[in-house]
């Protein structure tokens, strides 16, 4: 506390009003394994320009993500991004946006939400839709969350096909509740549904699985929907990749309760690895155990038309104990973006765009087979698939060599999939780009 300017008086009052006998006593639940132990070793002080010269020596160590084409996705995906959106949202009134905490004065980002709202609900076919979820993982963990309180049950069913950082996440929410948490396993790049159906019984609160799942594969999620529903449980679709919304089924058809989502595919960048934004739906049914906020369509005692925040349920609007969430925030420049891109591109754009991005796939890892140099695994995907190769360092040293960002290496979150890659394809690759990948690495 040497940096806080409080007298020695005022930290004993503060001390004694929290209950705490001394600094020590306020941090004994810190285990000390944790803690810092001596002085920290920390280089001398450096001048302003010495600071900068040494932030940019770093900075020189990043590619450049304009001319290095990424091959991976992996829940982070590069999709154009119109001119436009970059300039709607570089305007001031957006630009600065947070949390409306007075919202009848910030119709512009109450209008946003709602228009952005409608765009998910469309595209999901889900009653209800909640715009801003931090990201896709915490809405994935929110999910989770929600099953447990509608069912009155303990056990969460996931596929372990599901992003391993939004299984991280779940865990950690679920937590404090002993939830129990079976996982589980894959088969030829797919859920395996008849180890689901050994694994569900009626205690289950929710079956949780996303499509197109970590490898890209499409989910029989109509199957699935039913097998969870047969023992009374909540059915979740995670969907990582919101750009498959504009050409597979509606999760609403295939009779899913929650969606969980990240829209970061919907004109947003990736920059240094965010912002992201996540998104969470469900039936009109669930409404009032959803957390976050929701804004709606109204009109004046003039009769005209504007936007109030119809709902809201997190901890910083009402009382603790009534809330559904710790959710303090709202990433209203991301809804901006996306509501600016969707209703750019509209839905035929997105058809087409999503299109591209299951052929151009298709047509990448045809090109791959041919050259014999990689082993397949067969099951139907949107813009990711997995191939193995004995050559897996070989062929990245190719591909940053010749500017492209290697696919992601699977055995890094997958211990037994050695030497399987996990390429993703995007709009941005053109066929001359493909035909080049493939001969680099191909031969």
Same mark, same amino acid.
């Given at each position: 506390?040497?940096?806080?300017?409080?007298?020695?008086?005022?930290?004993?009052?503060?001390?004694?009003?929290?209950?705490?006998?001394?600094?020590?006593?306020?941090?004994?639940?810190?285990?000390?394994?944790?803690?810092?132990?001596?002085?920290?070793?920390?280089?001398?002080?450096?001048?302003?320009?010495?600071?900068?010269?040494?932030?940019?020596?770093?900075?020189?160590?990043?590619?450049?993500?304009?001319?290095?084409?990424?091959?991976?996705?992996?829940?982070?995906?590069?999709?154009?991004?119109?001119?436009?959106?970059?300039?709607?949202?570089?305007?001031?009134?957006?630009?600065?946006?947070?949390?409306?905490?007075?919202?009848?004065?910030?119709?512009?980002?109450?209008?946003?939400?709602?228009?952005?709202?409608?765009?998910?609900?469309?595209?999901?076919?889900?009653?209800?839709?909640?715009?801003?979820?931090?990201?896709?993982?915490?809405?994935?963990?929110?999910?989770?969350?929600?099953?447990?309180?509608?069912?009155?049950?303990?056990?969460?069913?996931?596929?372990?096909?599901?992003?391993?950082?939004?299984?991280?996440?779940?865990?950690?929410?679920?937590?404090?509740?002993?939830?129990?948490?079976?996982?589980?396993?894959?088969?030829?790049?797919?859920?395996?549904?008849?180890?689901?159906?050994?694994?569900?019984?009626?205690?289950?609160?929710?079956?949780?699985?996303?499509?197109?799942?970590?490898?890209?594969?499409?989910?029989?999620?109509?199957?699935?929907?039913?097998?969870?529903?047969?023992?009374?449980?909540?059915?979740?679709?995670?969907?990582?990749?919101?750009?498959?919304?504009?050409?597979?089924?509606?999760?609403?058809?295939?009779?899913?309760?929650?969606?969980?989502?990240?829209?970061?595919?919907?004109?947003?960048?990736?920059?240094?690895?965010?912002? /992201?934004?996540?998104?969470?739906?469900?039936?009109?049914?669930? @409404?009032?155990? !959803?957390?976050?906020? *929701?804004? %709606?369509?109204?009109?004046?005692?003039?009769?005209?038309?504007?936007?109030?925040?119809?709902?809201?349920?997190?901890?910083?609007?009402?009382?603790?104990?009534?809330?559904?969430?710790?959710?303090?925030?709202?990433?209203?420049?991301?809804?901006?973006?996306?509501?600016?891109?969707?209703?750019?591109?509209?839905?035929?754009?997105?058809?087409?765009?999503?299109?591209?991005?299951?052929?151009?796939?298709?047509?990448?890892?045809?090109?791959?087979?041919?050259?014999?140099?990689?082993?397949?695994?067969?099951?139907?995907?949107?813009?990711?698939?997995?191939?193995?190769?004995?050559?897996?360092?070989?062929?990245?040293?190719?591909?940053?060599?010749?500017?492209?960002?290697?696919?992601?290496?699977?055995?890094?979150?997958?211990?037994?999939?050695?030497?399987?890659?996990? /390429?993703?394809?995007?709009?941005?690759?053109?066929?001359?780009? @493909?035909?080049? !990948?493939?001969?680099? *690495?191909? %031969?």
């Amino acid at each position: 506390m040497r940096y806080i300017p409080n007298t020695k008086e005022q930290k004993e009052e503060m001390l004694k009003e929290i209950g705490a006998s001394s600094v020590e006593d306020l941090l004994k639940d810190i285990p000390a394994s944790a803690r810092v132990k001596g002085k920290l070793n920390l280089p001398s002080p450096l001048s302003e320009e010495e600071v900068k010269e040494k932030i940019y020596n770093i900075s020189k160590k990043n590619l450049d993500f304009f001319f290095y084409k990424p091959l991976v996705g992996a829940g982070a995906y590069r999709h154009t991004v119109p001119e436009a959106v970059k300039a709607i949202i570089s305007r001031e009134e957006f630009y600065t946006s947070y949390t409306p905490y007075q919202p009848e004065i910030s119709q512009g980002n109450l209008q946003s939400m709602f228009e952005y709202q409608t765009h998910i609900s469309r595209l999901t076919g889900m009653d209800v839709v909640v715009p801003s979820i931090y990201d896709g993982a915490s809405a994935t963990a929110e999910a989770a969350l929600m099953a447990l309180r509608l069912t009155h049950k303990n056990k969460v069913i996931v596929s372990q096909l599901i992003h391993p950082h939004y299984r991280e996440t779940l865990n950690t929410y679920v937590e404090p509740h002993d939830t129990k948490v079976v996982e589980i396993p894959y088969k030829n790049g797919l859920t395996d549904i008849e180890k689901l159906k050994d694994s569900i019984d009626n205690e289950t609160a929710a079956v949780i699985i996303q499509s197109p799942n970590f490898f890209g594969g499409i989910e029989d999620i109509e199957k699935i929907s039913k097998i969870a529903h047969e023992s009374g449980a909540i059915m979740v679709q995670v969907i990582a990749e919101s750009m498959s919304l504009g050409l597979l089924k509606q999760p609403a058809k295939m009779d899913v309760d929650i969606v969980a989502g990240e829209a970061q595919s919907f004109g947003m960048d990736i920059n240094f690895g965010g912002p /992201f934004n996540g998104y969470l739906c469900s039936k009109m049914k669930f @409404i009032r155990q !959803i957390p976050g906020r *929701i804004a %709606g369509e109204t009109v004046d005692k003039n009769g005209n038309r504007g936007f109030v925040m119809t709902f809201r349920a997190r901890e910083q609007d009402i009382r603790r104990e009534k809330a559904t969430s710790n959710i303090c925030s709202n990433h209203a420049l991301n809804i901006v973006a996306g509501n600016a891109y969707l209703s750019l591109v509209g839905k035929q754009g997105l058809k087409k765009i999503a299109e591209y991005n299951v052929k151009a796939a298709h047509y990448l890892r045809s090109k791959l087979l041919e050259s014999g140099k990689f082993e397949q695994i067969d099951y139907p995907f949107f813009n990711e698939f997995i191939l193995k190769t004995d050559n897996k360092d070989s062929l990245k040293e190719k591909l940053i060599k010749n500017n492209f960002i290697p696919p992601l290496d699977l055995s890094l979150f997958y211990p037994e999939l050695e030497g399987f890659m996990l /390429f993703c394809t995007t709009e941005i690759f053109s066929k001359d780009d @493909i035909d080049s !990948i493939a001969q680099i *690495i191909g %031969g």
